[in-house]
T-cell receptor, first 114, second 110 residues
Framework: DVKVTQSSRYLVKRTGEKVFLECVQD?????MFWYRQDPGLGLRLIYF???????EKGDIPEGYSVSREKKERFSLILESASTNQTSMYLC?????????????FGEGSWLTVV | KNEVEQSPQNLTAQEGEFITINCSYS?????LHWLQQHPGGGIVSLFM???GKKKHGRLIATINIQEKHSSLHITASHPRDSAVYIC????????????FGKGTLLTVNP
């Protein structure tokens, strides 16, 4: 079974802190994604990576950065957390292949910024 | 940009009922996903389809490319089916970008 693991399920951070959210997948997927999910807004793409050290901005990249130094690991960084970044963050991965791109999600990380 | 609309937003059913959730999108796509999210956050992919119909257990997903519409059906619903069901579409030519609907909250009462 494909497993996408997010390191922290629940975090509480102070405004201005630097926050790292880690995600690891075990299926050698090329694509990895970070989304945030807010009530009434659905899932929105923050950043996408299609290979090691490669990244593309999604729909809402402001206030976030990412790092992909190894294929299995994709990190989301909040350089200076703000209260409007309180949300649920979901990591996902997918394989690029002729059979399509079934997507696999992690369990989510609930971040509260106070 | 593709717009994805789901209906209904909320659905309450009695155990055993047949359930249908609908998804419409505005622009041509290469694939459509149905996802399930239980309380607590994790999302599971139920189906990915680009044409026709797929079945897995009590779940059936259909898509009509010409009408830009997909449906998710649950037969003999059970309380454990209670979850948020999310439709997501991948645009033609894109290998990764998904546009998500806002989800349908399904509650199945015993």
């Amino acid at each position: 079974d494909v497993k996408v693991t997010q390191s922290s399920r629940y975090l509480v951070k102070r405004t201005g802190e630097k926050v790292f959210l880690e995600c690891v997948q075990d299926m050698d997927h090329e694509n990895m994604f970070w989304y945030r999910q807010d009530p009434g807004l659905g899932l929105r793409l923050i950043y996408f990576s299609y290979d090691v050290k490669m990244k593309e901005k999604g729909d809402i990249p402001e206030g976030y950065s990412v790092s992909r130094e190894k294929k299995e690991r994709f990190s989301l960084i909040l350089e200076s957390a703000s209260t409007n970044q309180t949300s649920m963050y979901l990591c996902a991965s997918s394989f690029v292949g002729h059979s399509g791109n079934t997507i696999y999600f992690g369990e989510g990380s609930w971040l509260t910024v106070v | 940009k593709n717009e994805v609309e789901q209906s209904p937003q909320n659905l309450t059913a009695q155990e055993g009922e047949f359930i249908t959730i609908n998804c419409s999108y505005s622009v041509g796509i290469s694939a459509l996903h149905w996802l399930q999210q239980h309380p607590g956050g994790g999302i599971v992919s139920l189906f990915m389809l680009s044409s026709g119909k797929k079945k897995h257990g009590r779940l059936i997903a259909t898509i009509n490319i010409q009408e830009k519409h997909s449906s998710l059906h649950i037969t003999a619903s059970h309380p454990r089916d209670s979850a948020v069901y999310i439709c997501a579409v991948r645009g033609g030519g894109s290998n990764y970008k998904l546009t998500f609907g806002k989800g349908t909250l399904l509650t199945v009462n015993p």
